[in-house]
T-cell receptor, first 115, second 116 residues
Framework: GAGVSQSPSNKVTEKGKDVELRCDPI?????LYWYRQRLGQGLEFLIY????????KSGLPSDRFSAERTGESVSTLTIQRTQQEDSAVYLC?????????????FGPGTRLTVL | AQKITQTQPGMFVQEKEAVTLDCTYD???????LFWYKQPSSGEMIFLIY??????QNATEGRYSLNFQKARKSANLVISASQLGDSAMYFC?????????????FGTGTSLTVIP
């Protein structure tokens, strides 16, 4: 079976433009997470989706960031009016439902560079 | 308070030696899971090992073992017989399935360098 996939793998954009990042979770995984990882830093939680429940958006750094997920499928993370500080790798992960032992499976990430 | 604390930003180990990467966690839940991930320079996150809060035995996966001390709330990763390919960032993480958010909490990571 396929793992978590993300597209694009690399994105270079100009300051002020909007970008959309896509994540395809593992089939059957109801939980989906977005993280941001700046160069040399740890993972910064952004948003979490669990099935059809309301997402946990507590990690989104500003209202320029938003994410959607339809059911248990693809998710898109949108960054509006990008800033240079948005440059980072954006990682998506999926997991089976609520159980302590269900690890996250990560995608390869999207490297975003804002010029 | 930090949910996961990794106090070693960088570690060095001689090839073939063992190394311990520290991790302490903070939770009031009885049921939780602890994970270690490896992130090589390529950027992928690789799951290494899992320890459940109710597991009485320390988890082991090949050269990886988790030194779980529940009373101290520590979950140190031990890598035995280090190899050059072990050079990477290592992240400790915790999951609290009983909480509404069901988030994973990650530490800031430890950069391990294996010296030939």
């Amino acid at each position: 079976g396929a793992g978590v996939s993300q597209s694009p793998s690399n994105k270079v954009t100009e300051k002020g433009k909007d970008v959309e990042l896509r994540c395809d979770p593992i089939s059957g995984h109801t939980a989906l997470y977005w993280y941001r990882q700046r160069l040399g830093q740890g993972l910064e939680f952004l948003i979490y989706f669990q099935g059809n429940s309301a997402p946990d958006k507590s990690g989104l750094p500003s209202d320029r960031f938003s994410a959607e997920r339809t059911g248990e499928s693809v998710s898109t993370l949108t960054i509006q009016r990008t800033q240079q500080e948005d440059s980072a790798v954006y990682l998506c992960a999926s997991s089976l439902v609520r159980a302590a032992y269900n690890e996250q499976f990560f995608g390869p990430g999207t490297r975003l560079t804002v010029l | 308070a930090q949910k996961i604390t990794q106090t070693q930003p960088g570690m060095f180990v001689q090839e073939k030696e063992a190394v311990t990467l520290d991790c302490t966690y903070d939770t009031s839940d009885q049921s939780y899971g602890l994970f270690w991930y490896k992130q090589p320079s390529s950027g992928e996150m690789i799951f290494l090992i899992y320890q459940g809060s109710y597991d009485e035995q320390n988890a082991t996966e090949g050269r990886y073992s988790l030194n779980f001390q529940k009373a101290r709330k520590s979950a140190n990763l031990v890598i035995s017989a280090s190899q050059l390919g072990d050079s990477a960032m290592y992240f400790c993480a915790m999951r609290e399935p009983q909480t509404a958010s069901n988030q994973f909490y990650f530490g800031t990571g430890t950069s391990l360098t294996v010296i030939p």
